[in-house]
């Protein structure tokens, strides 16, 4: 995990000097493949190892805390890094069940359908704007805005739900394709959202963003080798494994089911995996589906040398370093 915490914040640096503008970090609990259990920590760590990119959370599953806290954390890192952060808001547990009880204890888990107070609150906070009716309307977050300037809050989401709740809200909001079921209805989610924008004093226009699962090799077949990884360790989630990402050697080798491999089939149909022209393509013909132009990018592999040398290729493909977008 060590070792895997530290390749995070090299990639970012990385990333910063390919052009990249944007890099979010996740939350998962229990779960051996993934190391960040606190993205405000890693953040942190992030911003203060690089100068310009913006840095933000992928996000905080917002149901395991109090807003209030999510918002002074948050209004803190923006007084370290002004202009630099994004607070995105996510209402899944990022775990199983026990580990979200877990989170908790010995209290109870807050209620998923308190979730659009939470977002409220969080940006009451984070603005010092809580109407005079509110219950803790008197307390203030520390350290308070930044003149002009509070961390840029997104809304996260897979289905309708959040999209909807954006709309409302004038915020902006991120599409989770890379989930892997969720490419079929997204564009018809990114619509919803649209139609139900109202502008808002954090955004006057719809803001709508789409990740989507990557890997870029040299060659398709370097890509789909180290896609073996990827693709075992979402098999072995559905049995409940919480074990590290497979080496693409071991994970070429396993002889998988029909029905392992037909599941495979229905979840990297919208996966972007090749050389570099075909992710290309591919990661533009997201941008049309979602008529979006900011497209975030995960890509899930073993071994850190092929991780960055996607993020490398990709943005070659896309000349990011003489580009403004």
Known sequence: MRQALQESVELAKIAEKLGYKRYWVAEHHNAGRFAGTAPEILIGQIAANTQTIRVGSGGVMLPHYAAFKVAETFSLLNSFYPDRISLGLGRAPGSDQSTAVALAYPRMPIDPQHFPRQVSDVLGFLTGTLPESHPFAQVQSQPGPVPE????????????????????????????????FTGGHGPQVAD???????PSEYLEQPRINVSVQVICAESKERAEFIATSRNLSRLDSLQGDRKPLPSPEEASQVKLHRVEEEHLAKYTQHVIQGDSEEVKLGIMDAAKRYSTRDINIVTNCYYFEDRVRSYELIAEAFDLANSNN
Not at 155 to 167: E, K, M
């Open 149 to 180: 300037s509070i961390p840029e809050v997104w809304l996260l989401g897979s289905s309708d739900y959040s999209a909807q709740l954006a709309g409302v809200m004038g915020l902006p909001f991120s599409f989770a394709e890379f989930f892997g």
């Open 192 to 198: 919803l959202y649209r139609e139900r924008f109202h």
